[in-house]
């Protein structure tokens, strides 16, 4: 038997690696999932593009060059997505703002996801009043329509960048605490669970080593999809004047600018926010596909 | 009998559920001989499994040790703290799993699964324990270690991975190996294989094995000493010739009638009658006496003890005792037995 196995297999055969090409293969079937995934793809790279460091060679404009005489300009070839009120070029504000709006996302969905994660393991395995303390916590936030809560916690903290990741985190923390639980509850309950018991591994190494590697795709697409709501969430209070204040070219504070002008020059807002949709939607999307790859069940 | 490694001394285990205390193991005592395969056996329900756990203080949340003592090599298990069970667990005192399929962790490989015992109880580096999984591997008999060292789980057949598992218990050289139905999902060839490993890793390595089935053919083929339980309490401990050859109590009887035979013609078989008594309304007196075709008052009125009869045997049963009130002769399944006084 050993004999055909050998031969089977080819010497460097790496099942991690088959994994991942696995992955990638169902990941490819799916084509929304395959143009949300480009869609992001691009989204970094223009964040790149928006850095100081580059921008100013390839970009015309300054994102904060104030060209009052052109104010309200109309999209046309000098200014494609046209210009606001102080006449800076929306186009170029809108490359600028890629990078503030994927880093708010990335961050606070990092920052919240891993409280959630830790949160839900913890209470998932131990059970018990532990779990009772945490996840009655985690329905007191998730009582609150997210961008309440998200609104509350900034005008205590004050509104800043810096107070608006941890808003977004905070908000997203039961959301992560809540699927990992679950997860958590169904494999503690496998066998293999106990057998690490009996040869003597420690509650936090079971928990870190063999319980997270098991519930880790639910959480991927589960960050995937909260980077959606956090970008939605943070542009949301920018627009409410909460968060990045003008003139940092954020989407949501520049819709707020835009805001007066929106009769004359829609322009203005039609832009910003017309890209907040196409960044929700492309994570979203990619969620979906995500979802659909790493689920056994979905494999045909 | 040898100088016992583990004697479990008057065991009592408790869950505690919403309709209250549940005795799943009440008052057990049994020594664990050094180098030899105890067996226990009983329904599904009637407390092996907790038995055992109670060993290695694995159970769930709601599952207390409420009295008793559990002494390994003269150490109270139940009086150390969970830091110090640690170090006992899958390095002195080791378990297998009844469930090859989900007993191994499919996210990493058996290599790994392995040596995370000896890198634990043993301070092995990386290097070594990886050289000693494959060393492992090659003794419970997988073929081309090498490789199979590397594999995941699911890359291999029920029969390996139960060699797996059993690799990862002898990992740290126990001085106890449990064995909680360790051939049950696997078919028979199989089995037969598994049980004959663990016969020969015993003697290679001298361990005490306690071996809990439900599966009495296994216990014939694998045990020194046997001890019977029923709804949470032993009722016959004997060696494992005695028990087959002339078993006692009424339940022992009962249970051995009930299998299939060879060497006798049979229409149809004769289970017990009965269920188990319900954990939340045990009969005051004999557990096994609604069940039993001999029981009499006294037996349905107090509960008998575990008492050594001459032949050494331990069982629980009035009929054996001065006290008996029944008729002299009862006939047990077929089988006739004289009472005691």
């Given amino acids: 038997m050993s004999k055909q196995v050998e031969t089977a297999t080819p010497a460097k055969y790496n099942p991690k690696l088959e994994y991942y090409k696995e992955l990638w293969r169902q990941l490819r079937k799916n084509k929304a999932a395959v143009v949300g995934g480009g869609f992001i793809v691009l989204f970094i790279l223009i964040s790149i593009i928006g850095t100081p460091w580059i921008g100013p060679h390839v970009l015309t404009y300054a994102p904060d060059a104030v060209d009052i005489p052109n104010k309200l300009q109309p999209p046309s070839a000098d200014h494609w997505f046209g210009t606001d009120n102080y006449g800076r070029d929306i186009f170029t504000r809108i490359i600028y703002g890629m990078k503030l709006t994927l880093f708010i996302g990335f961050t606070s969905v990092a920052i919240g996801g891993i409280f959630g994660v830790i949160f839900g393991v913890v209470a998932g395995y131990f059970g018990g009043w532990v779990d009772t303390i945490i996840m009655r916590i985690m329905d007191v936030l998730l009582a609150f329509p997210g961008i309440l809560l998200a609104l509350a916690i900034v005008s205590v903290l004050g509104g800043s960048i810096q107070n608006m990741i941890i808003a977004v985190s905070i908000y997203s923390v039961p959301a992560f605490a809540r699927i990992v639980r679950g997860s958590t509850l169904s494999v503690r309950k496998l066998e293999y669970i106990d057998a690490m018991k009996a040869l003597g591994a420690s509650h936090t190494r079971i928990i870190f080593k063999h319980i997270l590697p098991n519930v880790m795709s639910p959480i991927i697409v589960q960050a995937t999809m909260r980077i959606a709501s956090a970008v939605l969430t943070a542009s949301g209070l920018s627009f409410l004047g909460l968060g990045v204040k003008p003139p940092t070219p954020e989407w949501g504070a520049m819709m707020n600018e835009g805001r007066n002008f929106m009769r004359e020059s829609p322009h203005v807002i039609m832009f910003p926010g017309m890209m907040i949709v196409i960044v929700v939607l492309a994570f979203n999307i990619f969620g979906d596909g995500l979802r659909d790859a790493l689920d056994p069940k979905m494999k045909k | ?341």
């Fill in chain 2, 1 to 341: 009998m040898s100088e016992p490694i583990l004697r479990v001394n008057n065991l009592r285990t408790s869950f505690f559920t919403d309709d209250g205390e549940v005795k799943a193991v009440d008052g057990v005592t049994f020594d664990v001989p050094k180098g030899e395969t105890i067996g226990i056996v009983g329904e599904s329900g009637s407390g092996k499994s907790i038995t055992s756990l109670s060993i290695l203080r694995l159970l769930a949340s709601n599952g207390k040790i409420m009295g008793g003592e559990i002494l390994f090599k003269g150490e109270d298990l139940v009086k150390k703290s969970e830091k110090e069970m640690r170090n006992v667990r899958g390095n002195a005192i080791s378990m297998i799993f009844q469930e090859p399929m989900t007993s191994l962790n499919p996210v990493f490989t058996v290599g790994y699964q392995i040596s995370e015992a000896l890198i634990k109880h043993k301070k092995m580096s990386k290097k070594q324990a990886h050289a000693r999984s494959i060393e492992l591997l090659e003794l419970v008999g997988i073929p081309s270690p090498e490789t199979r060292v590397d594999n995941y789980p699911h890359e291999l057949s029920g029969g390996m991975r139960q060699r797996v598992m059993i690799a990862m218990a002898l990992a740290c050289d126990p001085e106890v190996l449990i064995a909680d139905e360790p051939t049950t999902a696997l078919d028979v060839t199989i089995q037969a294989q598994i049980l004959t490993l663990m016969k020969q890793l015993q003697e290679r390595i001298g361990m005490s094995i306690i071996f809990i089935t439900h599966d009495l053919g296994v216990v014939a083929e694998t045990c020194d000493y046997v001890a019977v339980m029923y709804a949470g309490q032993i009722v016959e401990y004997s060696d494992v010739v005695s028990l087959f050859k002339k078993p006692s109590h009424p339940y022992t009887i009962g249970l051995l009638n009930s299998l299939p035979r060879h060497d006798i013609d049979q229409d149809e078989l004769e289970p017990i009658l009965g269920n188990v008594p319900s954990v939340h309304d045990m009969p005051t007196g004999c557990r096994f006496a609604p069940r039993c075709p001999a029981a009499s008052d006294i037996c349905r009125a107090k509960m008998p003890e575990l008492v050594k009869r001459e032949n050494g045997n331990d069982i629980r049963c009035w009929l054996y005792t001065d006290e008996w009130d029944g008729e002299k002769e009862v006939d047990l399944y077929g089988q006739k037995r004289i009472a005691q006084s």
